[in-house]
């Protein structure tokens, strides 16, 4: 009979040990989103949406970038699996190449362009303004940001996870003394309303490299990276990265069209729908973290298990993961549906008519999450990290494009309630669970991607 829970105490033990500083990072990360949005919200609604339709290129590069460093990881974890230093040391390098070229196209484009770019997603002219401000200006962060990513996800292949929550504590401190200052014009500083809020994200940002930099470069004992190393690649290695990363990136596009698509779909609701968007947006962003860290946490075990070639103790792992993911989520529902008029309420700054929607879209996520919370980790976790990359990313854009996106485009046609086309947005978390507990328990995306001499 199978073990239902695994007797393995390593399982427990990295699991906890990588998950926590992982989730923290992304809690930090989420933190200093957080503080922009609290204090632009003493501005009003047109503030809060034009920084809210500003950040949706950051997001973009947050995918992109995201999908670069997850298949370093990915990559990187089996290697670690086998003990071959070097040749994470030149995943590493490929992984820098590309996502440097990212941030500094996105920081041109948002450069020169910040008024076309904001007018995708919105009409409003007010909101425009605000946005293509807080973009052009936020856009010098991008490279600095995609450095970083890269740097931290090198160390998350070596099960070293402080460093990322380190620079993001970091950056955190920083952005939130500088948002104080610049956007009220405190200590001799003119108010600077959203402009100060883009050059407070700009210095964080730029503190946040300098010290994962630092790390990676002068105290990191394990892959010893030196800086000349930053930007070297390896053909073969290369040619694995564009074959396995492929799939990580373009899955993390189609997320962020279906992300840009729904803020024009909600955007054509007006300023306090995009203001009640951007406040439930933040809450799934905070209960995101913790299942990010957490799935993190279980594809560093995965990539390293089966680079080491134990199968057989990975299937012990993969049942024991969709248990634990199971009950988190439905505890984490929870208490986000309990708690979901006192997290509205700290958005003093808003209409009522927004945080009445704002409330009803939090409600919505209640449901979502408890799905997000166990196929995550389980397609992400297991089956992604596990080495079939390509049926996520088919997955995904099967339901992004045939159901998603439909469904929420058909609903705001036919006059629906505002919160009936964000449920539309979420409900592929829960359908995504139907397939996560059919493809996991098949066992078949156990697969090995290292190469036998790298």
Same mark, same amino acid.
């Given at each position: 009979?199978?073990?239902?829970?695994?007797?393995?105490?390593?399982?427990?033990?990295?699991?906890?040990?990588?998950?926590?500083?992982?989730?923290?990072?992304?809690?930090?990360?989420?933190?200093?989103?957080?503080?922009?949005?609290?204090?632009?919200?003493?501005?009003?609604?047109?503030?809060?949406?034009?920084?809210?339709?500003?950040?949706?290129?950051?997001?973009?590069?947050?995918?992109?970038?995201?999908?670069?460093?997850?298949?370093?990881?990915?990559?990187?974890?089996?290697?670690?699996?086998?003990?071959?230093?070097?040749?994470?040391?030149?995943?590493?390098?490929?992984?820098?190449?590309?996502?440097?070229?990212?941030?500094?196209?996105?920081?041109?484009?948002?450069?020169?362009?910040?008024?076309?770019?904001?007018?995708?997603?919105?009409?409003?002219?007010?909101?425009?303004?605000? @946005?293509? =401000?807080? $973009? +052009?200006?936020?856009? %010098?962060?991008?490279?600095?940001?995609?450095?970083?990513?890269?740097? !931290?996800? #090198?160390?998350?292949?070596?099960?070293?996870?402080?460093?990322?929550?380190?620079?993001?504590?970091?950056?955190?401190?920083?952005?939130?003394?500088?948002?104080?200052?610049?956007?009220?014009?405190?200590?001799?500083?003119?108010?600077?309303?959203?402009?100060?809020?883009?050059?407070?994200?700009?210095?964080?940002?730029?503190?946040?490299?300098?010290?994962?930099?630092?790390?990676?470069?002068?105290?990191?004992?394990?892959?010893?990276?030196?800086?000349?190393?930053?930007?070297? @690649?390896? =053909?073969? $290695? +290369?040619?694995?990265? %564009?074959?396995?990363?492929?799939?990580?990136?373009?899955?993390?596009? !189609?997320? #962020?069209?279906?992300?840009?698509?729904?803020?024009?779909?909600?955007?054509?609701?007006?300023?306090?729908?995009?203001?009640?968007?951007?406040?439930?947006?933040?809450?799934?962003?905070?209960?995101?973290?913790?299942?990010?860290?957490?799935?993190?946490?279980?594809?560093?075990?995965?990539?390293?298990?089966?680079?080491?070639?134990?199968?057989?103790?990975?299937?012990?792992?993969?049942?024991?993961?969709?248990?634990?993911?199971?009950?988190?989520?439905?505890?984490?529902?929870?208490?986000?549906?309990?708690?979901?008029?006192?997290?509205?309420?700290?958005?003093?700054?808003?209409?009522?008519?927004?945080?009445?929607? #704002?409330?009803?879209?939090?409600?919505?996520?209640?449901?979502?999450?408890?799905?997000?919370?166990?196929?995550?980790?389980?397609?992400?976790?297991?089956?992604?990290?596990?080495?079939?990359?390509?049926?996520?990313?088919?997955?995904?854009?099967?339901?992004?494009?045939?159901?998603?996106?439909?469904?929420?485009?058909?609903?705001?046609?036919?006059?629906?309630?505002?919160?009936?086309?964000?449920?539309?947005?979420?409900?592929?978390?829960?359908?995504?669970?139907?397939?996560?507990?059919?493809?996991?328990?098949?066992?078949?995306?156990?697969?090995?991607?290292?190469?036998?001499?790298?």
């Amino acid at each position: 009979m199978q073990k239902i829970l695994t007797r393995d105490r390593d399982y427990y033990r990295d699991l906890i040990h990588l998950a926590i500083p992982v989730a923290l990072q992304n809690l930090i990360t989420f933190l200093v989103s957080l503080a922009d949005n609290l204090m632009v919200s003493k501005l009003g609604d047109f503030a809060v949406s034009g920084v809210y339709t500003g950040s949706q290129i950051q997001t973009l590069l947050q995918m992109l970038t995201n999908g670069i460093g997850v298949a370093v990881t990915i990559l990187g974890a089996q290697y670690w699996g086998k003990r071959e230093s070097a040749s994470i040391r030149r995943i590493t390098g490929v992984g820098m190449q590309f996502s440097v070229a990212v941030g500094a196209i996105l920081t041109v484009l948002c450069a020169l362009f910040p008024q076309q770019i904001i007018r995708i997603f919105v009409s409003d002219p007010l909101v425009i303004a605000e @946005g293509a =401000a807080y $973009l +052009r200006i936020l856009s %010098i962060s991008f490279v600095f940001f995609c450095a970083t990513q890269v740097l !931290v996800a #090198s160390m998350r292949c070596v099960e070293t996870t402080h460093v990322g929550m380190v620079a993001s504590a970091a950056s955190l401190v920083v952005n939130i003394g500088l948002n104080y200052i610049l956007i009220f014009g405190k200590l001799g500083f003119p108010a600077m309303g959203v402009h100060g809020a883009a050059i407070a994200t700009v210095i964080a940002r730029i503190v946040e490299t300098a010290i994962a930099l630092l790390y990676v470069l002068r105290y990191d004992q394990k892959l010893c990276l030196c800086a000349r190393e930053l930007f070297r @690649g390896d =053909a073969s $290695l +290369r040619r694995d990265f %564009i074959r396995y990363g492929v799939p990580v990136v373009m899955g993390d596009v !189609v997320w #962020s069209i279906n992300l840009m698509a729904s803020t024009r779909i909600l955007g054509g609701y007006g300023a306090s729908v995009l203001t009640a968007a951007n406040t439930a947006n933040t809450m799934n962003t905070l209960a995101y973290v913790a299942i990010n860290g957490l799935a993190s946490a279980v594809g560093i075990i995965t990539g390293k298990t089966i680079g080491a070639g134990r199968t057989n103790l990975m299937k012990e792992y993969a049942r024991t993961t969709q248990v634990i993911f199971l009950a988190l989520g439905i505890v984490l529902g929870g208490l986000i549906f309990a708690f979901a008029g006192a997290f509205v309420s700290l958005y003093t700054g808003i209409s009522a008519e927004a945080a009445a929607e #704002s409330l009803r879209f939090v409600r919505v996520l209640a449901f979502t999450l408890m799905g997000t919370c166990y196929q995550m980790p389980c397609l992400f976790g297991l089956v992604k990290s596990g080495g079939d990359i390509s049926f996520v990313f088919k997955n995904d854009t099967i339901f992004v494009f045939l159901v998603v996106l439909p469904s929420a485009l058909i609903a705001s046609k036919l006059g629906a309630a505002p919160w009936v086309v964000f449920a539309c947005l979420k409900c592929d978390q829960i359908l995504k669970c139907l397939v996560a507990v059919v493809k996991v328990n098949r066992y078949d995306w156990m697969k090995n991607l290292t190469r036998a001499q790298a």
